[in-house]
């Protein structure tokens, strides 16, 4: 039998007098070793937070992160000993009090390009629009069954041939953009 998920919900506020009303940096998969370089890309980013989708590793890369931006974590497969983070974590993007999107943060949420179907039935359950995940280390930006999905990658050690990267989330101008930024060069990243 499967243990019930644990959930926690977070807010974080849009600041509509900016040109970009708000900037994510979006990691998974560090294994206790994100790229050398990725801090400082991070720190140069200037995100309003930061999210980690997960197999976070030594638990002394969250306060790494957290020393940059504020930080909502989930723990991933391998995060035994994270027992004070949430298996899956509602994020609302809020302005003035105002539900703009919720979004589902869940470590293991695709099988290939397909969402899991329980993964599915949680974010519509939850009124998400948006799934952050992890796990595979492969970046995604897709959509399926009504949702759309991301992926941040993975910004901890090489796993076969897939690129070192992370995520970003910004909204600018009342649009969302998803994007990837090479942990190595802090250069935009994007499938060959």
Known sequence: MT???VQHTAEIEL????DVALRLAVVADTHSAPHPNSLDHLRAMQPDAILHAGDIGDLDVLAQLAAIAPLHAIRGN????ADQLPDVL???L???GQRLLRMLMIHIAVYGPKLRAEVAKLAHRHAAKLVVCGHSHVPFIGSDK???VFNPGSVGPRRFSLPIVFGTLEVAAGKLRLGHVDAA???PWAPA
């Open 90 to 92: 509602t994020i609302d």
């Open 15 to 18: 600041h509509p007098e900016r």
């Open 146 to 148: 009504g949702l759309t």
């Open 185 to 187: 060069s802090g250069e």
């Open 78 to 81: 391998i995060d035994t000993r």
């Open 94 to 96: 809020v302005q003035s």
């Open 3 to 5: 243990p019930p998920l």
